[in-house]
């Protein structure tokens, strides 16, 4: 089966601009598309290109994938598997029904609420809520913490019921879900449908600064549809009827960002926004000659990564991979990293392990048997969970086991490299 379409002259999914191309990862599975050893044969590949708006700079990806082929019953990621990410959405939260749920009987929509890993503080407190999530498996995740949920793709139809049945939207917010609906006109009208009017729509996502800064080449896949800028998010946001109000940098995930959208006129801008825009322009994020500088960079980490793996293949050790997220797909399938240069991956979550990861089929494994038979160097996949990992699997670190990354750059922890585990 292919989910590729025919090459067509870009246009920009958004404003109709024209888009010229910052790179080509070539062909790519479904990102979070596990799959069973016996249906490997069945498997679904894109063309993954990703490139930049001339008008409204707005990096997004060549191909659009259906979105029911991303998101439905049995999509794997969980959200709650990092206590990181759990307190930083409690902390969000927290401070949410603090400062702006202080009216009677507020109300709260969350667009993409996964597991519920925020909304779980947000009922805790007694908050009226609602969060939608097209993923059946991780929104009963979420009911079962005693969240409301409605099992579906928001648009303006969902937004326009939601409102009839229980009024506007003091809040509504999104995490790392908004840069993956690329049918984002709809979105937009939804939330001016749903949002009160001296409402506040606060979303979270990847941040392109950090990503082309740290060469985090692999927060590009299918899910990513936009790769969004503050000048990108402004002048989506303008185009449909909003205003940018505030933003502020996070650290999660790499480096994300969170903007706050109002009605024109409702919020009085934060005074980091001009910084922040300052910061973009010395970046060259709106100019596509800079951002090709990325695609060396990226073509740089596969040749040293595979020639990494290769030697220590040729030398005899052993090595896996720790974390089968979404980000690995780009890389093991852009550098063509199979078992035989990676034997499986460890991660905690259920719903992944006892599958192979896509299009690179390497089996994952509990990370309870991880230290059954310690292989000699680790690929840290779930980089952006570092000191978490780190921190847990202290005993394989401390027997001599070296972790490898590969951003920025391809390199291997505690210095020891390839002569301390010889
Ligand atoms: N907010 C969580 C989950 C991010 S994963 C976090 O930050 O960790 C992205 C989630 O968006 C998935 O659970 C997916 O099912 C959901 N999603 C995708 N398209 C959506 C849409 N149109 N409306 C609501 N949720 C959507
Ligand atoms: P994440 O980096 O959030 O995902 P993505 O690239 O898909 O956005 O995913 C982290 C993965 O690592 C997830 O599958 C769970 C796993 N994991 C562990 O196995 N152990 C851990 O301690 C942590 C924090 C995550
Ligand atoms: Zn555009």
């Known amino acids: 089966m292919t989910l590729e379409t025919p090459p067509a002259a870009r246009t920009c999914r958004l404003c109709g601009g024209s888009v010229s191309e910052i790179f080509d990862f070539g062909r790519q599975p479904v990102s979070n598309a596990f799959v069973k050893a016996e249906d490997t044969g069945r498997e679904a590949f894109h063309h993954l290109a990703v490139g930049i708006c001339s008008s409204c700079s707005m990096v997004q990806l060549s191909d659009e994938l259906p979105r029911e082929a991303m998101f439905h019953e049995d999509?794997?990621?969980?959200?709650?598997?990092?206590?990181?990410?759990?307190?930083?959405?409690?902390?969000?939260?927290?401070?949410?029904?603090?400062?702006?749920?202080?009216?009677?009987?507020?109300?709260?929509?969350?667009?993409?609420?996964?597991?519920?890993?925020?909304?779980?503080t947000v009922s805790d407190h007694g908050v009226r809520h609602l969060g939608v999530d097209p993923s059946r498996g991780a929104a009963e995740a979420a009911a079962a913490k005693g969240i409301d949920v409605r099992v579906d793709f928001f648009e303006e139809s969902v937004a326009r019921e939601i409102r009839q049945a229980h009024g506007r939207a003091d809040v509504i917010f999104s995490a790392n879900t908004f840069s993956h609906i690329s049918y984002i006109d709809s979105i937009f009208r939804g939330i001016d449908e749903l949002l009160a009017d001296d409402g506040l729509f606060v979303f979270e996502d990847r941040y392109l600064g950090d990503i082309v800064e740290k060469n985090y080449f692999d927060q590009i896949y299918d899910e990513h549809f936009y790769l969004f800028s503050l000048h990108s998010v402004r002048a989506m946001v303008e185009r449909f009827g909003f205003e940018l109000v505030d933003a502020q940098r996070l650290a999660v995930h790499g480096g994300a960002v969170r903007y706050s959208v109002a009605r024109p006129g409702a919020r009085k801008p934060g005074t980091a926004l001009p910084r922040l825009f300052a910061h973009e322009r010395d970046l060259g994020l709106n100019d596509r000659v800079k951002l090709a500088r990325f695609g060396v960079n990226i073509r740089r980490i596969r040749h040293d990564l595979v020639a990494l793996l290769t030697e220590l293949k040729g030398k005899g050790f052993r090595v896996a991979g720790y974390g089968a997220t979404s980000k690995s797909a780009t890389v093991l399938n852009y550098c063509g990293i199979g078992t035989d240069l990676v034997e499986c991956v460890y991660d905690s979550t259920p719903e992944k392990q006892g599958r192979l990861t896509p299009g690179s089929h390497l089996p994952v494994v509990a990370p309870e048997r991880f230290a059954e038979d310690y292989p000699d160097y680790v690929v840290l996949f779930a980089w952006n969970h570092a000191e978490e990992i780190l921190a847990k699997e202290q005993a394989f670190t401390a027997q001599g086991g070296r972790w490898i990354l590969y951003v920025p750059d391809v390199h291997v922890l505690g210095g020891g490299g390839l002569a301390a585990a010889a």
């Open 75 to 120: 999509y794997p990621y969980r959200s709650s598997e990092s206590a990181l990410m759990r307190q930083h959405f409690e902390a969000f939260a927290g401070n949410l029904v603090r400062t702006e749920l202080t009216g009677p009987d507020p109300f709260v929509v969350e667009i993409g609420c996964n597991d519920g890993i925020m909304l779980k």
